[in-house]
């Protein structure tokens, strides 16, 4: 199972459920940064996280890699003392499986010198994004699961199919972490991808945070959940160009 973790990956975090700035410095020890909680929610962001079999975490990885990639892991962890269920609304899997739920929204990238974020979000050729019935009519191209010729699929699903999707977190319990890689080259192929085409990831340093919109109807958790930062510095060379093959 993708979205339940071991105990102990709760304990590696911290154990703490206050949003405290003491719990947050040793967050930030442990390599996550997590943002605020949020009706008993919180959602965090770290370098890639290096996973052992069982599901532990045993260490982060560099956030750039040689091959010009921006690696990222996203973090989410119930800290109330009751079970939650939410919806995403996008998802890797056209079966809406348990491993399928996409756990954030968009990743956004500020420079150092300047308050616009560059925005990243999941756009993969298995891209299914689920919109439930209470929505307007006008914000949906078609009200078929696929569209055909495009990459991005929309799904409607009623209220009783929505709750029987929700993804499901004990209380203390965090979800599979969400691995986050952007192709700083030639990225047009990569599951995340620039928002806008007409954006530029520079060299530079930038702060990293990831968002979680949680609004379907149909989803008993609602709200919107924001990690804490984490600081980068991409170098020239990860930028530059190269030839597509």
């Known amino acids: 199972m993708r979205l339940i ?6 304990l590696f975090c911290t154990v703490a459920i206050a949003c405290s700035e003491e719990a947050i410095e040793k967050n930030e020890a442990d390599g ?9 929610l919180q959602l965090g962001i770290s370098p890639p996280a290096k996973m052992t079999k069982t599901h532990e ?5 560099n956030a750039i890699s040689k091959s010009g990639t921006l690696n990222v892991t996203v973090h989410l962890r119930n800290t109330g003392s009751q079970d939650m269920q939410l919806l995403p609304s996008i998802w890797d899997c056209l079966a809406l499986g348990d491993d399928g739920a996409v756990l954030a ?5 500020t420079p150092e010198e300047g308050d616009q974020p560059v925005v990243v979000t999941y756009q993969s050729t298995n891209h299914l994004r689920i919109l439930d019935k209470a929505r307007p009519e006008s914000d949906l191209s078609q009200n078929t699961l696929r569209e055909s010729g495009r990459e991005l699929v929309n799904f409607q699903v009623d209220a009783e199919e ?10 203390g319990e965090a979800a599979w972490p969400e691995a986050v890689n ?9 599951p995340w991808r620039l928002q806008e085409k007409s954006d530029r990831l520079r060299p530079g340093k930038y702060r990293i945070t990831a968002v979680l919109v949680v609004d379907q109807q149909a989803s008993d958790w609602k709200g919107t959940l924001t990690s804490g930062s984490l600081n980068i510095e991409i170098p020239a060379q990860a930028t530059k160009a190269t030839p597509d093959k």
Do not use: H
Not at 5 to 10: K, L, R, T, V
Not at 162 to 171: D, E, F, T
Not at 182 to 190: D, E, P, Y
């Open 105 to 109: 929204s968009k990743i956004l990238l």
């Open 32 to 40: 996550i940064t997590w943002g605020a909680v949020t009706d008993g």
């Open 57 to 61: 975490i045993e260490g982060f990885d």
């Open 162 to 171: 929505g709750r029987r999707r929700q993804i499901k977190l004990a209380a």
């Open 182 to 190: 952007v192709a700083l080259r030639n990225g047009n192929n990569a």
């Open 5 to 10: 973790f071991a105990a102990i990956y709760a």
